[in-house]
């Protein structure tokens, strides 16, 4: 036998989930090897008629405080802990009687589930494991003499690492399992203690934690020299990371970007809506009076843009239908995604098997407070999700002409795509859709001027006789400077606008807005998006 492959004599099995144990535990059995166990796994394992010896009758102590004391005592840590290889440790053990641990099987109490299925303070607490992780912590960092598994999942390559060593483990092995355990330590404590934050009041405390379980290693990045993969937060927010794909090749990094983009825009509305994003934006999103109607109202999200809409992310926030689907099939898309795919359009996709079809069963709560992080050097920024929303009751008319009804509903409308919009974002809308979109530019007269531009490209590819900007309204995602960004959109036939305001020269702008005959409304929120 090589020198670092340890055997295993002696298993201690203590698991909260019970997944797979039996199979386990008698396949342990059958190779001689004893098995200690607690509370309700020696109880099953013993139903199962494995042979097991409580912990109680290993070190000669009884469980106490209701189970809250039995695994912590030097017999269970001691064999842990001792290294083999020094003689002092080895004789401790000789001197009082503590026997060799060479496998720990731990998982643990169900903390986050029972924070998740909205238990209250007491019962969360109680969930909160203390012996578990500390013979994990002591099982891993003793990882050169045992071996420590934490996931059911991880059963099946323990017993094939034994069968093929003689009932042995590798070091490479035993690394790789204590590496898996000290990260779902971590995963634990830190959910422990971002609940306990929450439970204060505390969004953004003196220390934060993440963790991720990661769900595929991506071929690569944004681009091909990058390492890249996907994790999977535990958060139960529906979207990207809790969709199932139905079909369509493997998700790359920048189809989950924009994939996420895309169904976190269509959630905002409360009516049907269509979005087509291309590179984290929108280039077309349009809203329908009814879901028989969204079949009229992708076709408008595409007009707005239907060259950038080639090779993008389609999102919806209703149930797609046969109809939608063989529209959307007529044009190359990456992604698409829905709360529901009916038959009929699953049916239809299936012709086009290599794009992505996701289902997620619901859509996520713009307004639920969440927290974004962004990567800096030696650091990061962590600040609450942009849930911000404006209703007419929050607008301020600051111009003479006030909007009318119609223009009100797309201002609105407007505003709440331009969140959507990476800054400086100017978006022009008509009759619940979009007709022109200027993104991420340096000034926002540009932006204003692209949004122009790209609503007169649209009108051509329609064959239409005039600018879709004719009798438009504008938003922007934050105050005008200077009055030449809302100038660009009054030449360009747009009849509203929504803002921020805020600005040192806000009486310049109304003064402006007044003399080329606009409605201006100020919002009082700002949208940055970067």
Excluded at 196 to 204: I, N
Excluded at 210 to 228: D, I
Excluded at 325 to 333: G, Q
Excluded at 419 to 429: R, W
Aim: proline residues 4%; neutral net charge.
């Amino acid at each position: 036998m090589n020198a670092i492959n340890r055997p295993i004599r002696r298993a201690l099995i203590s698991v909260s989930d019970k997944t797979g144990l039996e199979s386990l535990g008698r396949a342990l059995a059958d190779a001689g090897v004893e098995i200690l166990s607690t509370g309700g796994s020696a109880k099953a394992l013993a139903a199962a008629g494995i042979p097991v010896k409580e912990v109680a009758a290993h070190t000669g102590f009884p469980e106490i405080m209701d189970g809250r004391v039995k695994t912590l005592h030097p017999k269970i840590h001691g064999g842990l802990l001792a290294r083999r290889d020094l003689a002092d440790h080895v004789s401790a053990q000789k001197a009082h009687d503590i026997p060799d641990i060479d496998l720990l099987v731990v998982n643990l109490y169900p903390f986050q589930a029972t924070v998740a299925a909205g238990k209250g303070w007491e019962d969360c607490i109680e969930n909160i494991d203390i012996g578990g992780p500390a013979m994990l912590r002591a099982a891993a960092k003793n990882h050169d003499f045992v071996t420590v598994v934490v996931d059911p999942a991880d059963y099946a390559m323990l017993l094939a690492e034994l069968a093929a060593n003689g009932n042995a483990s590798t070091l490479a092995f035993r690394r790789r399992l204590a590496q898996k355990t000290y990260a779902h330590t971590a995963a634990y404590d830190g959910a422990i203690a971002n609940w306990m934050a929450a439970q204060a009041g505390e969004a953004l405390p003196e220390s934060l934690s993440f963790s991720g379980t990661r769900v595929q290693m991506l071929r690569y990045g944004e681009n091909p020299h990058q390492q890249a993969a996907f994790y999977r937060s535990g958060a139960a927010r529906p979207g990207i990371a809790t969709a199932t794909q139905l079909q369509g090749k493997e998700l790359s990094y920048n189809n989950l970007n924009d994939t996420d983009a895309a169904f976190e825009l269509v959630a905002e509305f409360d009516l049907p809506a269509i979005a087509i994003i291309k590179h984290a934006n929108p280039c077309g999103v349009a809203t329908a009076e009814s879901e028989q109607d969204l079949r009229a109202a992708y076709a408008r999200a595409l007009a707005c843009d239907p060259v950038s809409a080639f090779g993008g992310i389609i999102a919806v926030n209703r149930a797609l239908d046969g109809a939608t689907a063989e529209e959307i099939v007529k044009l190359f898309a990456e992604v698409v995604i829905a709360p529901s795919i009916s038959t009929e359009a699953r049916a239809i996709f299936a012709a086009k098997p290599n794009v992505r079809v996701l289902e997620t069963g619901a859509l996520p709560d713009p307004a639920a407070r969440d927290i974004m992080v962004k990567s800096l050097a030696g650091g990061f920024l962590a600040q609450d999700r942009d849930g911000g929303r404006v209703s007419e009751a929050d607008l301020k008319v600051v111009t003479r002409r006030a909007p009318s009804a119609a223009e009100m509903a797309d201002l609105l409308f407007a505003f709440r795509v331009a969140k959507h919009v990476k800054s400086n974002a100017i978006v022009y809308a008509k009759n619940g859709a979009t007709v022109g979109i200027g993104a991420g530019q340096m000034s926002r007269v540009d932006s204003s001027r692209i949004a122009a531009w790209k609503a007169d490209e649209a009108a051509k590819a329609a064959g239409a006789k005039e600018s879709f900007a004719k009798g438009s309204v504008v938003a922007s995602d934050a105050f005008f400077p200077f009055a030449d960004g809302l100038l660009a959109a009054a030449a360009a036939g747009a009849t509203a606008i929504i803002q921020p305001g805020g600005s040192m020269r806000d009486a310049d702008i109304i003064k402006a807005a007044d003399e080329a005959g606009l409605a201006m409304v100020l919002t009082g929120m700002r949208h940055f998006r970067h």
